[in-house]
């Protein structure tokens, strides 16, 4: 079968993450790096910031290892999903993109018409996740669930065939990724807040040091060559 996904990931706009892009992108290049620079520093660190106060943790805990000048694999990215035939979504038991995690650090997900994404919360269904209008979907993602010691849930998630009504529409998603960078000690955190509820820091002076950005890159070095068609793909 052929694939129907594609994606077209804009990485950071520094030095180290410098790509090749069709002329459309640099002729909106200011507008795109306005954007990605508010993702991120605007966005995503307000959020980081709340999480590591409730933590009991410095303010910049997690800023500190996501910084938008550090090197990192952060991107925008468009995900296009072209519609299938019936026979098509029967052969994968209507899933486009099965379930899975987020290899980063958060996720934002914009609003878009065509209804595809659920979530599945612990020990219950698949159920639709719905973005009010104006609004943007963020999920924390493994970087998060690894360095809490698994007090913050990594979000399960996948996307299926549209509603019959939708069905033979192609669907396009935009997303941001903040993901660790080459400056994130790849540690579990020493938080009064974790210790108190039983997720205390398991790390120890022994453990090898690598950073966030290692763990990521390894994590693709791993998976490269898989199988990224819609039913095969696990993680992200």
């Given at each position: 079968?052929?694939?129907?996904?594609?994606?077209?990931?804009?990485?950071?706009?520094?030095?180290?993450?410098?790509?090749?892009?069709?002329?459309?992108?640099?002729?909106?290049?200011?507008?795109?790096?306005?954007?990605?620079?508010?993702?991120?520093?605007?966005?995503?660190?307000?959020?980081?910031?709340?999480?590591?106060?409730?933590?009991?943790?410095?303010?910049?805990?997690?800023?500190?290892?996501?910084?938008?000048?550090?090197?990192?694999?952060?991107?925008?990215?468009y995900?296009?999903?072209?519609?299938?035939?019936?026979?098509?979504n029967?052969?994968?038991?209507?899933?486009?993109f099965r379930?899975?995690?987020?290899?980063?650090?958060?996720?934002?997900?914009?609003?878009?018409?065509?209804?595809?994404?659920?979530?599945?919360?612990?020990?219950?269904?698949?159920?639709?996740?719905?973005?009010?209008?104006?609004?943007?979907?963020?999920?924390?993602?493994?970087?998060?669930?690894?360095?809490?010691?698994?007090?913050?849930?990594?979000?399960?998630?996948?996307?299926?065939?549209?509603?019959?009504?939708?069905?033979?529409?192609?669907?396009?998603?935009?997303?941001?990724?903040?993901?660790?960078?080459?400056?994130?000690?790849?540690?579990?955190?020493?938080?009064p807040?974790?210790?108190?509820?039983?997720?205390?820091?398991?790390?120890?002076?022994?453990?090898?040091?690598?950073?966030?950005?290692?763990?990521?890159?390894?994590?693709?070095?791993?998976?490269k060559?898989?199988?990224?068609?819609?039913?095969?793909?696990?993680?992200?």
């Open positions: 079968m052929q694939d129907t996904l594609e994606f077209y990931s804009i990485f950071k706009f520094i030095p180290s993450s410098e790509r090749s892009h069709p002329d459309i992108i640099h002729q909106y290049a200011t507008e795109i790096e306005g954007f990605s620079r508010h993702m991120h520093e605007n966005v995503s660190f307000k959020i980081l910031r709340v999480l590591a106060l409730a933590l009991e943790l410095p303010e910049d805990q997690f800023v500190d290892g996501n910084r938008y000048e550090d090197e990192c694999d952060s991107s925008i990215r995900m296009l999903y072209h519609a299938r035939s019936q026979q098509e029967r052969t994968f038991d209507n899933v486009y379930g899975h995690t987020d290899k980063g650090t958060l996720t934002f997900l914009f609003q878009q018409p065509i209804a595809a994404l659920q979530i599945q919360p612990k020990e219950a269904e698949w159920e639709y996740l719905r973005i009010p209008a104006g609004s943007v979907a963020v999920n924390i993602a493994d970087t998060l669930q690894f360095l809490t010691n698994g007090y913050l849930k990594s979000g399960f998630h996948r996307v299926i065939a549209p509603p019959s009504d939708q069905a033979h529409l192609d669907r396009l998603g935009l997303l941001y990724f903040v993901r660790p960078t080459d400056k994130l000690p790849w540690k579990t955190l020493d938080s807040f974790l210790r108190r509820n039983g997720h205390g820091k398991t790390s120890t002076e022994k453990d090898r040091d690598i950073t966030g950005l290692d763990w990521w890159r390894a994590g693709v070095k791993a998976r060559g898989a199988n990224y068609m819609s039913s095969a793909a696990s993680t992200t």
